[in-house]
């Protein structure tokens, strides 16, 4: 499959109605940006189970902001509508591989106890 393009318009219901969800959040004018570009469509077409979406942050101000995307490019991935990666940078293909294994492999209901540990004002994470 490849990668959506991520708008205020259809964001949420692209999170509501996917269990995994890959956000790269970038610009055209990011070098950075351009060397990862190939690497995240690859990764999107080695795993077609999951939704890979490209945020642009100059057309998506609103979204970058929403997300507090200071630098970029910026991978988040999204899982049951929880945020469990965000990092700046540009990422190698085996780094790429080896972040998308370990979202799969979390179990999501330890990331909710933990959210809702969190929420309640408790110090575990």
Known sequence: MPTVELTKDNFNSTLESNDTVLIDFWASWCGPCKMFAPVYE????????????????????????????????????????IVVFSQPGALPESALTDVIDQARKLDMDEVRASVADQQAGGTEA
Do not use: C, H, W
């Open 42 to 81: 690859k990764a999107a077409e080695t795993n077609p189970d999951l939704v890979f979406g490209k945020v642009d942050t100059e057309a998506q101000q609103e979204l970058a902001a929403a997300f507090d995307i200071r630098s970029i490019p910026t991978l988040m991935i999204v899982r049951d509508k």
